[in-house]
Each structure stands twice: as structure tokens, then as C-alpha cells.
């Protein structure tokens, strides 16, 4: 399966979203699912790992956000708390 065609025709992301809006949630998405295995993780070795990981997704978001709020001209405080996307 061509990546494109499940990420745009199969995919569950809110259809209402803009492409940035659904980036930004899908950093998101990725930050609080490495830093839940980094605070689940016991083993200190594989915690700084996640730690790592988790991170880099920060700075993913980051630059993310960054793009939503130059071209849409959309505060990233107002689309957490006013827009309805499922996520």
C-alpha cells in the first residue's frame, strides 16, 4: 500500500482539519506517546531513550506549531481550546 493513499483517503484524522492542524496533532499525538512509555519505563537505560525520543518530537511540535501560527495565522492556545478535531 503507497503511504500516500492511507494517509490521505484511509486515514481517521478529522477531515475538518487544515494539513497544519492535523501535523500539529499528530506531534502531539507522538509527544504523549513516548513521554507515557517514558514515565512507564522502570529500566533507566530504555527511560532516557524514550526520553530522547520524546525530545525530538517536542521540537517536531515545535516547528509545527511554529508553521500553524505563520501561514494560518491560528493560535495554538485557541485551536486546543475552541477546535473540535478528533484526535
Known sequence: ????HVTQYESLKDPN??????WVMHEYTECYLYYSAMC??????????????FEMEVAHLKHAIAL????EKTNIMIFFLRRKCNF
Open 68 to 71: 500553524l501560527e505563520k501561514y
Open 17 to 22: 482539519c487544515t494539513w497544519l492542524e492535523q
Open 1 to 4: 500500500v503507497e503511504e500516500e
Open 40 to 53: 512507564d519505563e522502570t529500566d533507566d537505560y530504555i527511560r532516557d531513550i524514550w526520553q530522547e525520543h
